[in-house]
């Protein structure tokens, strides 16, 4: 069994700035990949950014350049540092991890979520 709690979220004035984490815990080998995703009011969950076990990360188009994401592989943990928030950043975001589990081989892996509302 495998568990993801993202922290982080909350509201935010445009042009602010905040900090998501995101910590996995339980029977984990290895941690392949892990990444962030959102999905706002009516809208299909998307890609915001991901990082694999060597560092290599990649990006949503919108939010290169204002956003970044690291990991933490002795604590499971993966950050993203969100700057320059728009209030099109609004969104649910939801933890991702691919997981090589102790028990039951590679697994995919999402939290809950945490909401992030931008606005004045």
């Known amino acids: 069994q495998v568990q993801l709690v993202e922290s982080g979220g909350g509201l935010v004035q445009p042009g602010g700035s905040l900090r998501l984490s995101c910590a996995a815990s339980?029977?984990?080998?290895?941690?392949?990949?892990m990444g962030w995703y959102r999905q706002a009011p009516g809208k299909q969950r998307e890609l915001v950014a991901r990082?694999?076990?060597?560092?290599?990360?990649n990006f949503a188009d919108s939010v290169k350049g204002r956003f970044t994401i690291s990991r933490d592989n002795a604590k499971n943990t993966v950050y993203l540092q969100m700057n320059s928030l728009k209030p099109e950043d609004t969104a649910k975001y939801y933890c991702?991890?691919?997981?090589?589990?102790?028990?039951?081989?590679?697994?995919?892996?999402w939290g809950k979520g945490t909401l992030v509302t931008v606005s004045s």
């Open positions: 991702n991890a691919y997981i090589a589990t102790m028990i039951q081989g590679d697994m995919n892996y």
């Open positions: 339980g029977s984990i080998f290895s941690i392949h990949a």
């Open positions: 990082i694999t076990s060597g560092g290599s990360t």
